[in-house]
């Protein structure tokens, strides 16, 4: 399995395509699809209902992309969220330093100075990608924030795009507190866009200029940080296995190259067919944000604390997880071919739960009022999300159609449904009865009308 397959699937069955094809594309850009869609709101909504609707413990909300520009010197970001880039002097091209140094050279260069970064590509002969020189810029840092002018008059009117979804939630802290009657331990959970003019992106969807995250900032004590890092991380792998990902590895950062912010991040990585890289990652990020905050809004941020009597700052742990690249996780894992009777299949073994189609019903043929049947059927199966009437080609082309793009179940509606044929099974009339296909063992059942959304509901989505 390769990325290549991936890429061709993807777009040959609508769920992502390459962004303003028709202009010949545009950095790295994608367009989710039909089903990519429903693969990504599944993801969210499942997302949603396990970490803030089943959590007494953990509310949502929704903030804006543009926020007050302090937010971002407060948080770091203007100072720190940098890479290290240089340009091909013979060929322009832009590529971050440290990436091709660890690529060429397996050196890592994380915490290390411009110069330094240089001196390395000087004295290990590092050659640009493109066009082979050795020919480099100085080492620059470049932000990744994505920059943009706000209309109001006055002084500077730099706004930002937001780099992650977490600081809406630092900036809504008191306001949670205030309204919510929420006490320590508390999550406060979003899920958004975040923007990041990233120097080389690539490998498909996973390193995008714009993308979506799903994060908790989870307020704490700050001496039971330990114990809730942990469950944590416990919780997040419980996430893998309720959507069906398997190949997740836990990686410990080293404390020398923690992020600005952070006391301890363990990311959890996916072999994606590329290399093992991070998919989610779990920081504790101290109080950092909320004293951040605090210093650079003037605003008092502490809440106060019943057992002590004292005002304290909360501390916070950040649980947080990549649309996309959970998107593209659930593709590679779930891809595979496999030989069949009549030659070959491309198939999605996707979790049900996470399915962009939970259930293809197929009439053999329109007329004779079989057209008529699947749509009453396709009305009884909608109660498990989004199904689909597919009633054009033959059935086995709709079956390979449904197997690509990950549909556990296929119901067909035939002539003996219809009680025009002579079948019967076991002396007893085959009418009111469908057959419903399974998309991993392929195997074929007949099933009453009456019981099928009860069967259905047994053997596929309530496993
Ligand atoms: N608030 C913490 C934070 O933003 P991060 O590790 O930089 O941490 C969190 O990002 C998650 O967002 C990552 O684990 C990854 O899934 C996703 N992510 C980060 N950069 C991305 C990019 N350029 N394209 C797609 N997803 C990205």
């Excluded at 992502?16 to 969210?44: D, M, Q, R």
């Excluded at 795009?161 to 205030?178: C, D, G, S, Y």
């Excluded at 905050?293 to 019943?306: F, G, N, P, W």
Aim: proline share 3%.
């Amino acid at each position: 399995m390769n990325m290549d397959k991936i890429v061709s699937l993807a777009k040959r069955r609508g769920f992502a395509y390459p962004g303003s094809e028709i202009y010949g594309g545009f950095a790295n850009s994608y367009t989710y699809g039909p089903y990519g869609v429903e693969l990504k709101k599944n993801i969210k909504d499942l997302w949603w209902k396990t970490f803030v609707q089943d959590r007494p413990d953990v509310v949502g909300i929704d903030g804006d992309i543009i926020l007050h520009p302090k937010t971002w010197k407060a948080s770091g970001h203007l100072d720190n969220f940098n890479d290290q880039m240089v340009d091909c002097k013979k060929c322009k091209t832009r590529v971050r330093a440290d990436e091709l140094i660890e690529e060429q050279c397996k050196i890592e260069c994380e915490g290390l100075s411009n110069e330094d970064v240089k001196k390395l590509m000087q004295e290990n002969n590092v050659t640009c990608p493109k066009c082979g020189a050795v020919d480099w810029t100085d080492v620059r840092q470049f932000n990744l924030m994505f920059s943009t002018q706000m209309a109001k008059t006055g002084e500077d009117d730099t706004a930002y795009l937001r780099p992650e979804t977490a600081q809406a939630i630092f900036l809504e802290f008191k306001n949670i507190v205030n309204t919510m009657r929420v006490k320590l331990p508390f999550g406060i959970a979003q899920i958004g866009k975040a923007f990041r003019n990233e120097i080389t992106p690539g490998n498909f969807i996973f390193r995008r200029l714009e993308f979506e995250q799903m994060e908790i900032e989870y307020f704490i004590f700050e001496d039971s940080w330990e114990k809730l890092f942990d469950q944590w991380l416990r919780d997040m792998k419980s996430w893998c296995e309720l959507i069906g990902l398997k190949k997740v590895h836990e990686r410990e950062h080293a404390k020398e190259k923690l992020s600005h912010y952070s006391k301890r991040t363990v990311d959890l990585e996916f072999d994606f067919p590329f290399g093992r890289k991070e998919l989610y990652g779990l920081a504790y990020r101290t109080d950092f944000d909320l004293g951040q905050h605090e210093t650079h809004s003037k605003k008092e941020l502490r809440i106060h604390d019943e057992a002590s009597g004292k005002k304290i700052l909360p501390h916070v742990l950040e649980p947080t997880w990549g649309v996309d690249r959970t998107v593209l996780a659930l593709l590679c894992d779930a891809y595979d071919e496999e030989k069949v009777e009549d030659g070959e299949r491309v198939v999605l073994h996707l979790a049900p739960i996470i399915a962009p189609v939970k259930v293809a019903v197929m009439p053999l043929m329109k007329k004779d009022g079989m057209g008529e049947k699947a749509q009453e059927i396709f009305d009884l199966v909608k109660v498990f999300g989004n199904c689909e009437l597919d009633d054009g080609g033959s059935i086995g082309k709709r079956y390979r159609r449904q197997d690509e793009i990950g549909t556990p179940v296929c119901v067909t509606v035939d002539y003996d449904t219809m009680g025009k044929s002579v079948e019967t099974r076991h002396g007893v009339s085959l009418q009111d009865t469908v057959t419903i296909r399974d998309r991993d063992t392929m195997k074929q059942e007949r099933v009453k009308i009456g019981e099928l959304v009860e069967k259905l509901r047994k053997s596929f989505f309530d496993k």
